[in-house]
């Protein structure tokens, strides 16, 4: 008769073994879980001993698992989920008792347009939590698969790995920016009028890396498209047309009122064309967490504001 190996397990090995498997990692599994990294290596030793399996192998980078326990993690990964969202549900949900750290990762744009304001709507509701807030990078959505990340906002993605959930926030239509003494006074202009002038444009990990809104949108219209400057801060594109001629398309979020030197001038273009889904990303087993629930919802607040905002006479 086989081994029944659920006998006699202790579920507090196989959380550790959990952490261990998305970490790959002692130093931060034992951070993730506050214990010592001496703690950590006796837990795997007693998991070694219990499957019979060496379960993970150290490499250069760090550990990786045998193809035991990638079946192993792979076959109760949704069990495990299902009842850890179930314990953690039976307690209330009270953000003002959270004592959280959240991990929030947003594109380029949208951490300068909203960031700061989605900062003090959680502070609102959870004011002893902290915040850290990071640019989307290229290794966002590896994060959010290995649950390190609490939530990611970003401009949609057509694929996803099974692990990650979307929800749809908004859509975004970019504006164009240039300084208020800009030698062009009008308000709206063509394309070919665009072109005659030097584009300053964001780099957005997973997004526009290798082309930007405009350069698709000039070359489809068979125009000449020059892109002077490029770079992954807002502040600094900012910073570059409110000294020269150059128009840079931006978040139409972005609170103007902020920047007296600069003023928004319209392009001519097909309607549609500067609209862009935006969603929230977040790990699979949390879609029906509140923590997560609550998350989205101030993320969703928060651009409703910023709407509102937008429209008031006084901007």
Avoid at 111 to 122: A, E, P, R, T, V
Avoid at 247 to 255: Q, T, Y
Wanted: proline share 5%; with cysteine.
């Amino acid at each position: 008769m086989a081994k029944n190996l659920f006998q006699n397990l202790d579920l507090n090995l196989l959380h550790v073994f959990f952490i261990l498997y998305r970490e790959r990692n002692m130093r931060l599994t034992a951070g993730r879980l506050f214990v010592s990294q001496p703690a950590i290596s006796k837990s795997l030793q007693k998991l070694r001993h219990h499957f019979g399996d060496e379960l993970f192998v150290k490499i250069p980078s760090g550990l990786e698992p045998t193809p035991f326990a990638v079946n192993l993690f792979q076959s109760i990964s949704p069990v495990y989920q299902d009842l850890e969202l179930a314990v953690n549900s039976v307690n209330e949900f009270d953000p003002a008792a959270l004592e959280d750290t959240f991990h929030i990762a947003l594109s380029p744009f949208l951490l300068n347009s909203i960031g700061s304001k989605l900062f003090l709507n959680i502070m609102a509701s959870a004011p002893k939590c902290n915040v850290q807030m990071y640019k989307w990078s290229t290794d966002s959505l590896s994060q959010i698969q290995q649950d390190r990340l609490h939530l990611g906002l970003t401009y949609q993605i057509p694929e996803l790995p099974s692990e990650v959930s979307e929800k749809y926030i908004s859509t975004e239509r970019f504006k164009c920016y240039v300084r208020k003494n800009h030698p062009c006074k009008k308000t709206s202009i063509s394309l070919s009028e665009a072109a005659q002038y030097d584009f300053a444009a964001i780099i957005a990990a997973d997004w526009n890396y290798q082309q930007t809104i405009a350069q698709g949108i000039f070359a489809k219209n068979n125009l000449d498209y020059r892109v002077k400057f490029r770079s992954e801060l807002p502040s600094t594109i900012l910073d570059v047309i409110s000294e020269t001629d150059m128009i840079a398309p931006l978040s139409g979020f972005l609170d103007i009122s902020h920047y007296p030197q600069l003023r928004a001038i319209k392009i001519n273009v097909d309607e549609g064309v500067l609209d862009y889904k935006i969603s929230t990303y977040f790990h699979y087993k949390n879609r029906q967490n509140p923590l997560t629930q609550w998350l989205n919802n101030l993320v969703l607040k928060t651009f409703e504001e910023q709407k509102q905002k937008q429209k008031s006479p006084l901007i």
